[in-house]
């Protein structure tokens, strides 16, 4: 079965910038959603198809997806951003998560 | 405005099946796919299957084929996921989230509670 690998934490100073990634096979011919997670809430997307953000978004979040490899980008980084963060793409009939990444703002 | 609203928390014993419930509003039920996810305490999103509410049509992740069930009445834009043979590592978090085709989850539930014990 298809797997997504993302690093299971990554560290960021406020203001500056985070780069969350998901690894997975020929991942660029695929498009990525990712979603936000605070603690104790429900996911929340905030990029899809890849680049795309949904309405109410900050600017600040960005997506790129490029051969293997999908790439979530947070620039100035502020504290309401830490939480969990997962990717997501659809093979094979069936969806797939990444195993989150914790992204915390020190 | 959209809405997708689950039914409350459950406890039940191992063996037992669940039946959790997603009742949609603010939009055209036909119109997009519903999802369930789940989430143990601590642990990433897992997703279990989806349904065409028009179509009629699902889709089961193969970890769960034979043993979940999603459903929709129409007449009243709810969806249902029932899990049987419930075990102690089936207890989580349920979601239901809306999706239209090549987009992501932009809607979700605001998650049912399913605890299995003795």
């Known amino acids: 079965s298809y797997e997504l690998t993302q690093p299971p934490s990554v560290s960021v100073s406020p203001g500056q910038t985070a780069t969350i990634t998901c690894s997975g096979d020929k991942l660029g011919d695929k498009y990525v959603h990712w979603y936000q997670q605070q603690s104790g809430q429900s996911p929340v997307l905030v990029i899809y198809q890849d680049t795309e953000r949904p309405s109410g978004i900050p600017e600040r979040f960005s997506g790129s997806n490029s051969g293997n490899t999908a790439t979530l980008t947070v620039s100035g980084t502020q504290a309401v951003d830490e939480a969990d963060y997962y990717c997501q793409a659809w093979d094979s009939g069936s969806w797939v998560f990444g195993g989150g990444t914790k992204l915390t703002v020190l | 405005q959209v809405m997708l609203v689950q039914s409350g928390a459950e406890v039940k014993k191992p063996g037992a099946s669940v039946k959790v419930s997603c009742k949609t509003s603010g939009y055209a039920f036909t119109s997009y796919d519903i999802n369930w996810v789940r989430q143990a305490t601590g642990r990433g999103l897992e997703w279990m299957g989806w349904m065409n509410p028009n179509m009629e049509n699902t889709g089961y992740a193969q970890k769960f084929q034979g043993r979940v069930s999603i459903t929709a009445d129409t007449s009243i834009n709810t969806a249902y996921m029932e899990l049987t043979s419930l075990r102690s590592d089936d207890t989580a978090v349920y979601y239901c989230?809306?999706?239209?085709?090549?987009?992501?989850?932009?809607?979700w539930g605001q998650g049912t509670v399913v605890t299995v014990s003795s």
């Open positions: 989230a809306r999706v239209i085709a090549g987009t992501g989850f932009d809607f």
